[in-house]
């Protein structure tokens, strides 16, 4: 019986051709690739980009944050308020990356917790066109899916409530009210 061949181990240094910054990205970041971006849908087909994007608000400078954090928003939270189906599995590491002072858009991120958390798109028109629940891509599980994903990590507020920031406090009190509604 043949076995399976077996890898030779690396002679070099995994890091040594790594971008600057790209290991803390991947520890701040942790699960994100766990997540099978390719097989869900986001607002332009597959989702596969999101982990891109993510990467990019994470350890961009303030002008390419910001310009990945509107392509996500386009591919996520389109309008404001229609969420896809690569909603829920986002929030966690946009929760992520609202606590960290790094971030240069933190604000705008916790803005766009508050828009999900919102969102009521789908099930306002489930309620004019109930056969929108049948179909085999429900995007009314997808909103209720992504709003309790904003829910499921609202313990982070109150940290983000006592920044010194005036914006992310203002961006922050706004989703608290969202969120106890």
Request: aromatic share 4%.
């Amino acid at each position: 019986m043949r076995s399976a061949p077996t890898p030779e181990p690396s002679i070099q240094r995994p890091d040594r051709h790594a971008p600057p910054g790209a290991h803390r990205t991947t520890a701040l970041l942790a699960g994100l690739d766990g997540v099978p971006w390719g097989d869900i849908q986001d607002s332009t087909g597959s989702a596969a980009a999101i982990p891109r994007l993510l990467r990019k608000v994470a350890r961009g400078d303030a002008e390419t944050a910001r310009a990945a954090l509107g392509d996500l928003r386009k591919r996520i939270c389109q309008y404001g308020f229609v969420v896809e189906q690569a909603t829920a599995a986002t929030v966690p590491f946009l929760w992520e990356l609202a606590q960290r002072p790094q971030v240069s858009c933190r604000a705008q991120i916790i803005q766009l917790l508050k828009n999900i958390a919102d969102a009521r798109q789908w099930e306002t028109t489930a309620t004019v066109y109930p056969k929108l629940l049948n179909h085999r891509e429900n995007p009314v599980a997808w909103e209720r899916a992504a709003r309790q994903a904003v829910r499921a990590r609202r313990d982070g507020l109150e940290r983000l409530l006592a920044e010194d920031d005036t914006e992310i406090m203002r961006a922050s009190t706004e989703l608290a009210r969202t969120l106890r509604d």
